[in-house]
């Protein structure tokens, strides 16, 4: 006695007679690996979001400013090393790499970073030097203070 195999008996019936049940178990593998990944793309980029020269800026009481553009930061660390981004810059070399760096030319927004144990004198022979090439939008750069 032989069976057939295209049959109407068997697990082909069984299967066309009953509804698939929903699942009921939510895989959350994939959501895991997503949020493994963005945690690794933050922790690999957070380090480049700040300014690259480490200095401690002084605290002032003042609203922030709304800027469409990146200005251009020079920036004083406590020994009196000049940098422009990150790169350190000769007291002489400061108005010539601005200079070749300013898009907008003499408009060229630019902000000064003083570290606050900087001396005071090198903070103003480099602004004076940029002001005295032409540049007028020259700002300092402090801290928000706290509390109130």
Not at 31 to 47: E, N, R, S, T
Not at 55 to 75: F, G, N, R, S
Request: glycine share 10%; charged share 20%.
């Amino acid at each position: 006695m032989a069976m057939s195999v295209g049959s109407r008996g068997g697990a082909r019936s069984r299967r066309r007679g009953r509804a698939p049940k929903p699942m009921s178990e939510i895989n959350v593998t994939p959501f895991v690996d997503v949020m493994l990944v963005l945690l690794i793309v933050f922790m690999v980029a957070a380090p480049l979001l700040t300014a690259g020269v480490p200095i401690d800026l002084p605290q002032a009481a003042v609203q922030a400013l709304a800027v469409d553009k990146e200005p251009i930061m020079v920036t004083i660390d406590p020994d009196g090393k000049v940098f422009i981004g990150e790169e350190e810059v000769a007291m002489d070399q400061v108005v010539p790499r601005i200079t070749a760096i300013a898009t907008e030319g003499l408009e060229e927004r630019i902000y000064v970073r003083g570290d606050r144990t900087a001396s005071y004198g090198t903070i103003m022979t480099v602004m004076g030097a940029i002001n005295n090439a032409g540049f007028k939008r020259i700002g300092l750069v402090a801290l928000q203070e706290s509390g109130g």
